[in-house]
């Protein structure tokens, strides 16, 4: 059974930096892209980062574009995503994603995690 974990959330104060891993097993996810998505209460689930399976190709939404890096070792079947210049703004729940390609919206996509919260105080 495919399955994707995520770790590394937690508290940062609005300025700092954390970094979130998702970590899959019961498959090789190394043929997929992988990408990260945020919700928060309320609202829909929104793309942040994705990359390819190479790893040769990132994609990032505007709002985090500059602050945020993703990055993937497909030998440990690993993704992370590098959060630099905090805000709080980005309070959310991050979930980790994998589909042969992922895109925008959160609707295609075929494989999710079970979400790590982040939360940065002012």
């Known amino acids: 059974q495919a399955q994707l974990v995520e770790s590394g959330g937690g508290l940062v104060q609005a300025g700092g930096s954390l970094r979130v891993s998702c970590t899959a097993s019961?498959?090789?996810?190394?043929?997929?892209?992988m990408g990260w998505f945020r919700q928060t209460p309320g609202k829909e689930r929104e793309f942040v980062a994705a990359i390819s399976w190479t790893g040769g190709t990132t994609y990032y939404a505007d709002s985090v574009k500059g602050r945020f890096t993703i990055s993937r070792d497909n030998a440990e079947n690993t993704v992370y995503l590098e959060m630099n210049s905090l805000t709080p703004e980005d309070t959310a729940v991050y979930y980790c994603?994998?589909?042969?390609?992922?895109?925008?919206?959160?609707?295609?996509?075929?494989?999710w995690g079970q979400g790590t919260q982040v939360t940065v105080s002012s």
């Open positions: 994603a994998a589909d042969r390609t992922i895109t925008t919206n959160w609707r295609n996509i075929g494989y």
């Open positions: 019961g498959r090789t996810f190394s043929t997929y892209g």
